[in-house]
């Protein structure tokens, strides 16, 4: 199943059988446009911290996922997830309520692709015949850890991005057809000395030309065979340099082509900076709008490509520069 240097192709075609995807209040008025299963009002989803709260969300996109599906919980073999909070904590909390052997991870925001591309292995080498993967995020809870508290009253530079609260999530099996995960590519940490914590977009730009690329020369084609490619939350500032950069790859796009879910989750009009940015950015866009897309016969080939900054509170307090990865999944209608 190993094509070309570090792309997995999946003959078995697993399909994504259902997906759940719950948001915040912002989220909820941005353009998602309805295609979410629940949004919250209150920030806290009734706990007494953040932290907590984010446990919630994936908590009620796990329990959407699973019961837009006929499988039973019982009947699932693992859950692949991870966030961006102290250890994933607020995803083990989860894990532990959900009952399910668990495979915790760590790929920041490119968790999303990193659960999906091992779910489809484990599907693939018959490890499994259910498993649901996805992850979580919280604006509040993201701000104290890596930045500054709400209360403290930062202010924030135009590059910055706003994390997403909200949750999302998929459940992978083996059926016969459907929107399936037809190949993978694992990404490598790339590091270009970005050192400044409120721009993102330009650490992980690097790590997502780097994948895309890969991808394409691995399985031998060019972006003419997907009708979507998009990216996880480069925002609308790592958008604009990843195209620059593929284009030195002599990579282009067709209008419309290339979308970064950061870029497109909030409207102009709610002012968020460079966009979206988070682990639950890229699910909450690809499992709600991108999939239903995909459903309604307007997508059929789509190349998903989750990036992450690998940095801490720790490394940013000692001046560390900011190593970024990408993981790549196509998922094509079957």
């Not at 629940?38 to 796990?62: H, P």
């Not at 003419?224 to 620059?244: F, N, W």
């Not at 990579?251 to 497109?264: A, P, V």
């Amino acid at each position: 199943m190993i094509t070309g240097k570090s792309t997995w192709t999946f003959s078995s075609y697993p399909v994504i059988v259902s997906s759940g995807v719950v948001v915040g209040k912002e989220e909820a008025v941005s353009n998602l446009n309805g295609h979410y299963d629940e949004a919250i009002e209150d920030m806290f989803v009734g706990e007494d911290s953040y932290e907590r709260a984010q446990e919630s969300l994936l908590t009620k996109a796990i329990d959407y996922t699973i019961k837009k599906s006929s499988i039973k919980k019982k009947n699932i073999q693992f859950f692949i997830s991870g966030d961006l909070i102290n250890q994933i904590t607020p995803t083990t909390f989860a894990a532990k309520k959900l009952n399910i052997p668990y495979f915790g991870l760590y790929s920041a925001c490119a968790t999303s692709t990193e659960g999906l591309a091992l779910a489809a292995m484990m599907l693939e080498q018959n490890g499994a015949n259910y498993i649901l993967t996805g992850t979580a995020s919280h604006y509040a809870a993201a701000e104290r850890q890596f930045r500054f508290p709400n209360e403290y009253g930062g202010q924030i530079p135009p590059t910055a991005q706003r994390t997403v609260t909200g949750a999302g999530t998929v459940l992978l099996g083996k059926e016969k057809q459907g929107l399936a995960i037809t190949s993978a590519t694992i990404g490598k940490v790339m590091d270009y000395e970005v050192t400044d914590p409120f721009n993102m977009g330009a650490a992980m730009a690097p790590a997502a030309v780097d994948t895309i690329c890969q991808h394409f020369q691995d399985r031998q084609i060019d972006a003419s065979y997907y009708d979507m490619i998009i990216t996880g939350d480069l925002g609308a500032v790592g958008r604009a340099l990843t195209e620059d950069l593929l284009k030195k790859h002599h990579i282009t796009f067709q209008s419309n082509q290339f979308i970064d879910c950061g870029d497109f989750l909030y409207k102009k009009e709610q002012n968020m900076q460079a966009g979206g940015s988070g682990a639950a950015c890229s699910s909450v866009v690809t499992y709600g709008y991108f999939l239903e897309q995909m459903k309604a016969n307007k997508i059929n080939k789509l190349l998903f490509v989750a990036t992450g900054a690998l940095h801490s509170p720790l490394t940013v307090q000692q001046k560390r520069t900011i190593p970024s990865i990408a993981h790549a999944v196509s998922i094509e209608r079957k």
